[in-house]
Every structure is written in C-alpha cells, then in structure tokens.
C-alpha cells in the first residue's frame, strides 16, 4: 500500500508564497513521475506540474514563471514552490505519483488534497 500525504497549504494574500510538499510512503520500489494538479469549485482538475525522476519538468500555461517543482528521491517527496500568487490560483492543490510497488504492478497514487487560498 502506497499513500501520499500534502501539507503547507493555507491563506496567503495576493503577491505572496507558499509551499507545498508531499511525502510518499509505504512498499515502494521507485517512483517515477510526480505531480501536483488543482481544482477549484465548479471547475475541472487542471495540470500545474510535473516532474520526472531525474529532474525534467512540465508546467501548465497559468503558473509558468511563478511556480517550481522540485523533488528529494531519498525522502520519496514532492516540493512545489509557489511565488507571485494570484486570486485565481485558489484551488485544492493535489499530489500524484507513478509509483513502482516493491512487489505488485505499477500505478498512479493521489493524495487528499489541499486547500490553497489566495485573497486580493
């Protein structure tokens, strides 16, 4: 059994920073790409990042220039840097990964989610 587990969300005010980190534990072998996605109410699940395991990155048009992604294999986490926030950034920030279980198939894991709240 694999979990993900996100924290550092919370309320900042526009132009500020937060960052966000998710842990992945339990029978893992190696975890391949991660990722952070978001959804906001009434809206679909959109991409914000991701990143393979020697450090190629992908970002969504909305966040390219303010946020990073980051990853420390030897801790099995997931770092997203978020700098120059924006209202329209309020969402549930969720953690993913592709995990390769030490005895089993490989597959996607998702975090619970957190909230991230930008005011103006």
């Known amino acids: 059994q694999v979990q993900l587990v996100e924290s550092g969300g919370g309320l900042v005010q526009a132009g500020g920073s937060l960052r966000l980190s998710c842990a992945a534990s339990?029978?893992?072998?190696?975890?391949?790409?991660m990722g952070w996605y978001r959804q906001a109410p009434g809206k679909q699940r959109e991409l914000v990042a991701t990143?393979?395991?020697?450090?190629?990155?992908n970002y969504g048009d909305s966040v390219k220039g303010r946020f990073t992604i980051s990853r420390d294999n030897a801790k099995n986490t997931v770092y997203l840097q978020m700098n120059s926030l924006k209202p329209e950034d309020t969402a549930v920030y969720y953690c993913?990964?592709?995990?390769?279980?030490?005895?089993?198939?490989?597959?996607?894991?998702w975090g619970q989610g957190t909230q991230v709240t930008v005011s103006s």
């Open positions: 993913n990964a592709d995990v390769q279980a030490v005895v089993g198939a490989r597959g996607d894991y």
């Open positions: 339990g029978s893992i072998f190696i975890i391949h790409n």
């Open positions: 990143i393979t395991r020697v450090g190629g990155t």
